[in-house]
């Protein structure tokens, strides 16, 4: 296969799945349909992504079954070419609000024991932190939050005022660090949510795995329930089977550092989301979901911020809609 004539394909083709780092290019074959990945050129760095996805993928192919292979990757021009997974994305078939199909909560406990079965992810840095060492992992991830919180203060600090995210937005966080259990590190995710999942004849299969860390399976969890907004009967259930499907070591602790864990994942979302829909309404789109959506995705998530910083008052829609539109003017 001309793996620069696929690309050059995608690049022309002009209508494209975008996340925040790549865009994602379905592309025909004689061989059949491919995806070919295309990094956004000055994407803001909200998330850590210290591993090229290509790298991740070739690691966890012989312990997870249900991703993308990865069938070419390119250093220059930057690009990757991964399988086509038929099927419906998640939110398409059960957005918010709607449970998810039965099978799906079974899919989701298994890619999770299946990654506490990947030995190591290459080429950690050294300065990474040391297995166990939770606290030192979850320090990084509020390091970045704290960072992006610093980069654009400044710039939409009318933003931030009308939405209410205080000038310290962390301060409650390091005190959760402290008291992390150590638990042994492995390979997580970090970004299961209903976009990054294809349901087909039963099967979901795992997207976009560019945010892959080396750290706290606890952590992993943490981020999927955030992301996803589960009924409260799905969430109960959900952890109930990862409790009992994970080994031990990995749920030491489990319950308290969720929590914390939590609350991270919350204030993240406030201060990072509203960034970036607010650049989303500024050049108009392209929106990963309806605008009205996209209000009311932020109003959730500024109201689950709010309760982290103890502010009473729950911020209205149509409040957030005037925030994000006018990027807090």
């Known amino acids: 296969m001309n793996w620069r004539d696929l690309y050059e394909r995608a690049r022309a083709h002009g209508d494209s799945a975008a996340g925040y780092y790549n865009d994602n290019i379905r592309v025909d074959t004689p061989d059949g349909p491919v995806i070919v990945r295309i990094p956004i050129h000055g994407a803001d760095m909200m998330d850590l992504r210290p591993w090229r ?15 993308p292979r990865l069938l070419h990757a390119s ?28 099978h799906v909560l079974d899919d989701v406990v298994r890619l999770f024991t ?12 050294a300065s990474w932190p040391a297995d ?30 009308a939405l209410a995210i205080p000038a310290d937005p962390l301060t409650s966080v390091g005190d959760l660090w ?16 209903r976009r990054n999942m294809i349901v087909g004849n039963g099967v979901t299969t795992f997207l976009d795995w560019e945010l892959a860390l080396w750290g706290d399976s606890v952590y992993d969890l943490a981020v999927h329930i955030h992301k996803m907004g589960y009924q409260p009967e799905e969430q109960d259930t959900l952890i109930t089977r990862w409790q009992a499907a994970m080994p031990s070591d990995h749920t ?22 509203s960034v970036r829909y607010s650049q989303l309404f500024a050049r108009g789109g392209p929106y990963p979901y309806p605008e009205h959506q996209l209000v009311e995705s932020m109003t959730t998530k500024l109201n ?18 005037a925030a994000l539109r006018g990027g807090g003017r």
């Open 53 to 67: 996805e290509d790298r991740v993928l070739a690691a966890i192919a012989p312990h997870v079954r249900d991703a």
């Open 75 to 102: 250093d220059a021009p930057p690009f990757q070419v991964h399988e086509f997974i038929a099927g419906d994305v998640l939110n398409d078939v059960a957005p918010r609000g709607i449970p998810v199909p039965p």
């Open 114 to 125: 299946q990654l506490t079965r990947v030995p190591r992810l290459p080429d950690i840095p």
């Open 132 to 161: 166990k060492d939770t606290t030192a992992f979850a320090r990084l991830l509020s390091g970045l939050t704290q960072r992006v919180y610093d980069t654009f203060s400044a710039e939409y600090a009318a933003l931030f005022t």
């Open 178 to 193: 402290r008291g992390l259990t150590p638990r042994p590190f492995t390979c997580v995710h970090a970004d299961v949510h």
């Open 252 to 273: 030491t602790g489990w319950r308290k550092d969720l929590d914390a864990y939590l609350t991270h994942e919350r204030i993240k979302s406030a201060i990072v989301d």
């Open 304 to 321: 689950a911020a709010r309760r982290c910083w103890r502010i009473p008052e729950p911020a209205a829609p149509d409040m957030v809609e």
